[in-house]
């Protein structure tokens, strides 16, 4: 299993455009991506720009 994490800059978390720009980015792979949020502790389906808004 690979693991990259990364900083969101955004102060308010991910919001429609740039969750939209990552789920479209992660729709081009074959394998399971999952989005976790640390702050909230919340994770979610990268391919999934609602389930990315929701986690916070």
């Known amino acids: 299993m690979l ?3 990364f900083l969101c800059p955004l102060p308010n978390g991910l919001h ?3 969750a939209w720009e990552l789920k479209e980015q ?3 792979w ?3 991506i999952t989005f976790f949020n640390h702050r ?3 994770k979610a389906d ?3 720009s609602l389930a ?3 986690t916070g």
């Open 3 to 5: 693991t990259i994490q």
């Open 16 to 18: 429609a455009r740039p």
């Open 26 to 28: 992660c729709s081009q």
């Open 30 to 32: 074959q394998s399971e």
């Open 40 to 42: 909230q502790n919340a």
């Open 46 to 48: 990268a391919k999934s």
């Open 52 to 54: 990315l808004i929701g």
